[in-house]
């Protein structure tokens, strides 16, 4: 006699990461000022003959094109959260929007070489009374845009609190995620176990910092604004108390080695989750210890973890084992205390029986 199977019970949704809507409306907040100085710079440079000034404005062009990539990422990925396209959720998109972000920076950073070794080379009257206050007042923006993206970096996420499994063995997964799994026969087959819930256990250590890393990316470039604004305004008056006109120039090339750094250390950050380059984040030494500490004898044969959110990782991995106690939903149980483990396959391999 056939039977419906209904997978309802199993199926579940792959959003690990809930966003960040603080920092999506405080991006949005950054961009608006720092378009409203744009503007105004470019206004001024035009109204004043100041190449200086229209520099300057020009340059904040770039960061507000870039914050406004920043936004567009997170609006992005709240759009398609729910998209089954998607095998693991869209936080990835706030991913590269960070690296594009990173991309834009070292164009900035290069803008800024080329024309400080250009003036450095043939120098151009500076207007150094209306660039000094536009600077200042360009300074106090990136401050207050600073401020409004230093915090927002922790945002939520959540598992799901229910695993899934085939078989014919069917056993309670513990820790508030329940699965099947099923036992194969020896030198054959392999057992496997799915879950998905970030569990808390009372003997974990605690969490990972992960920071967001699209917002990052916006701090970044205000903060790159910032620091060349200052640089500006230190090398504008020693040209205007002094008369060192060179010290704009070196101070521009000061600022594109800085900017260049900040690129150089976004691009490491985003690249790494882009190309799921995680096999020596903290969390895989502490499955690996997991397993070496579990009451039944068991080799690892396979290990994969990656990252589904900014403090969430899903994990594959294949044990060895000839214990009949060594179990994927007992596996699971073991790595529960884990609860960054939102999505957690478990495989176990049984050797080959020995003939005597």
Not at 113 to 142: C, D, F, K, M
Not at 155 to 178: D, K, L, P, S, W
Request: with cysteine; charged share 15%.
């Amino acid at each position: 006699m056939s039977t419906t199977l209904s997978p309802n019970a199993w199926q579940h949704t792959h959003v690990f990461d809930e966003g960040n809507p603080l920092a999506a409306r405080n991006t949005r907040w950054a961009v608006l000022l720092t378009v409203v100085m744009m503007v105004a710079e470019i206004a001024g440079g035009y109204i004043y003959n100041s190449m200086a000034l229209l520099a300057d404005g020009w340059h904040m062009s770039s960061h507000a094109v870039a914050l406004g990539v920043s936004v567009l990422a997170y609006g992005a990925a709240r759009r398609w959260a729910k998209d089954g396209r998607f095998a693991f959720g869209t936080w990835k998109i706030e991913i590269l929007g960070g690296y594009s972000s990173a991309l834009l920076l070292v164009g900035v950073a290069g803008l800024m070489l080329w024309q400080s070794v250009e003036r450095l080379i043939t120098p151009t009257p500076i207007h150094y009374e209306q660039a000094i206050v536009i600077g200042l007042v360009g300074l106090a923006v990136n401050l207050i845009c600073a401020w409004l993206l230093r915090g927002g970096h922790h945002g939520h996420g959540h598992g799901h609190g229910h695993g899934h499994g085939h078989g014919h063995g069917h056993g309670e997964g513990h820790g508030g995620a329940h699965g099947h799994a099923h036992e194969a026969v020896a030198g054959e087959g392999v057992g496997h176990a799915h879950g998905h819930g970030a569990t808390s256990a009372a003997g974990h250590a605690g969490t990972h910092d992960h920071k967001d890393l699209n917002l990052h990316s916006a701090y970044m470039h205000v903060l790159a604004d910032a620091a060349t604004s200052v640089l500006a305004i230190l090398a504008l008056l020693g040209g205007r108390l002094w008369g060192a006109d060179w010290l704009d120039p070196v101070m521009g090339i000061a600022g594109a080695v800085l900017v260049a750094a900040w690129a150089r250390s976004l691009l490491r950050d985003t690249g790494r989750v882009l190309l799921d380059a995680e096999m020596d984040a903290p969390v895989v030494a502490e499955i690996r210890e997991v397993i070496a500490a579990a009451p039944w004898p068991a080799a690892i044969a396979d290990l994969h973890v990656w990252r589904v959110g900014r403090a969430q990782y899903a994990c594959i991995v294949s044990l060895v084992s000839d214990s009949a106690d060594a179990r994927p939903d007992e596996v699971r149980r073991l790595l529960a205390v884990h609860e960054e483990l939102v999505h957690v396959t478990v495989e176990i391999n049984r050797p080959p029986a020995r003939t005597v």
